[in-house]
C-alpha cells in the first residue's frame, strides 16, 4: 500500500518541511500566507480534489482565512455541513502552531454553531493558541459572515508532538524533545 509515491513516503517529506517552518515561525509576517500542512491535507491542500482548499495567513495575533464552502460540502439544503464547519476550524487551528512554533495535533475539539454558515458567501475564520500548559495547547476561533455577524466559534486543546508522530502511525512514539 505504501510504495514510494504512498502516505508514509508523502509524510516524510512533508514533516521535515513544516518541521523547518515551524521552527522559522519568529520569520513569518503578518499579511504573509501560511503553507498547506501537506499537499493532500483535507483542511488546505492545493491537491485534494475533495479538500476545502483553506488559505491562511499569519495576523499579529494568530492566524486567519477567509473561506467559502461549497456544493461539495452541504448539508441540509444551502447550509455548509456542521462537519465540514469543524474541518475548518481545526485546520485553522493547524495552522495557528506557527504562533508557537511545536508540531502538534488535535486532541479534542468543541464547535457552537450560532447560525447557519450558508453555501457561496464568504466567512471570516480568526484563531489563536489561548494558553499553554506543558504540552496542552488550548485555542479558540470565532468566525464571521460578510455581515460581521458571529455565526461559529470552537475550542480545542491540541498536544505538542514530534515528528515521529506523523511517520509512526498511531504509536505513543513521536514526542518532542520539550515534553
Ligand atoms: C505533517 C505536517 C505536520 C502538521 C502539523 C499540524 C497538523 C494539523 C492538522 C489539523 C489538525 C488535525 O487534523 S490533527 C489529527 C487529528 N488528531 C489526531 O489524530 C490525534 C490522535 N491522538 C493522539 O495521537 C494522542 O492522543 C496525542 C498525541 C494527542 C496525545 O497522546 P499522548 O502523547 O499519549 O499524550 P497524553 O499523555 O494522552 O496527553 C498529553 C497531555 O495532554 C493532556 N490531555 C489529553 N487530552 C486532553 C483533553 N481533552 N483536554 C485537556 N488536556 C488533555 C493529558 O492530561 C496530558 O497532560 P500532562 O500529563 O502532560 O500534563
Not at 103 to 118: C, D, G, K, M, Q
Not at 162 to 173: E, L, M, R, V, Y
Request: aromatic share 8%.
Amino acid at each position: 500500500m505504501d510504495g514510494h509515491d504512498g502516505p508514509a513516503s508523502r509524510a516524510e517529506g512533508v514533516v521535515p518541511r513544516w518541521a523547518a517552518h515551524l521552527a522559522g515561525q519568529g520569520n513569518v509576517e503578518v499579511g504573509q500566507a501560511l503553507p498547506p500542512h501537506s499537499p493532500d491535507c483535507a483542511g488546505c491542500g492545493p491537491d485534494n480534489p475533495a479538500g476545502l482548499h483553506i488559505r491562511a495567513v499569519r495576523t499579529a495575533s494568530g492566524v486567519e482565512a477567509v473561506h467559502s464552502f461549497v456544493a461539495a460540502q452541504v448539508g441540509a439544503p444551502g447550509i455548509a455541513h456542521g462537519g465540514a464547519v469543524a474541518l475548518a476550524f481545526d485546520d485553522l487551528f493547524g495552522f495557528s502552531l506557527y504562533t508557537v512554533g511545536s508540531l502538534a495535533v488535535t486532541r479534542s475539539l468543541a464547535i457552537e454553531y450560532h447560525a447557519p454558515f450558508r453555501l457561496h458567501r464568504p466567512y471570516t475564520f480568526r484563531a489563536h493558541v489561548a494558553k499553554r500548559e506543558g504540552r496542552r495547547l488550548l485555542l479558540h476561533a470565532d468566525a464571521w459572515d460578510d455581515a460581521g455577524q458571529k455565526v461559529g466559534s470552537a475550542e480545542a486543546t491540541f498536544v505538542t508532538v514530534g515528528p515521529g508522530h506523523f511517520t509512526a502511525g498511531t504509536q505513543k512514539n513521536g514526542r518532542s524533545q520539550d515534553q
